[in-house]
């Protein structure tokens, strides 16, 4: 049973930062693209950013040159380090998981494996 785990979440003011981490567990974590999703309120699931088993990454515009996405210290385990935060960061940050390396996708179905989430409030 694949579970992933999100933790890191938090309230934080305007231009701050913040540490997202995802555990993963139930399978060894290696050649699997492992993604960051947010949902704010009243808006739909977006990508945030992936990375595959290579090392290779991707980032929506939002997030470009303010968030970091890496593997973490810990085995299986994945960090999205967000700085420069701003208010319309505000949302629920999801970890997801596909069952291949590949990550030219960001369709929410083509991940088959997802955390319950960890809440990001950025306000002043």
């Known amino acids: 049973q694949v579970q992933l785990k999100e933790s890191g979440g938090g309230s934080v003011q305007p231009g701050g930062s913040l540490r997202l981490s995802c555990a993963a567990s139930?399978?060894?974590?290696?050649?699997?693209?492992m993604a960051w999703f947010r949902q704010a309120p009243g808006k739909e699931r977006e990508g945030v950013a992936t990375i595959d088993s290579d090392g290779r990454t991707w980032y929506a515009e939002s997030a470009k040159g303010r968030f970091t996405i890496s593997p973490g210290d810990a085995q299986n385990t994945m960090i999205l380090q967000m700085t420069a935060l701003k208010p319309e960061d505000t949302a629920m940050y999801f970890c997801?998981?596909?069952?291949?390396?590949?990550?030219?996708?960001?369709?929410?179905?083509?991940?088959?494996?997802w955390g319950q989430g960890t809440d990001v409030t950025v306000s002043s």
């Open positions: 997801a998981s596909r069952t291949t390396t590949f990550c030219y996708t960001r369709r929410l179905e083509d991940y088959a494996y």
């Open positions: 139930g399978y060894g974590g290696r050649g699997r693209c």
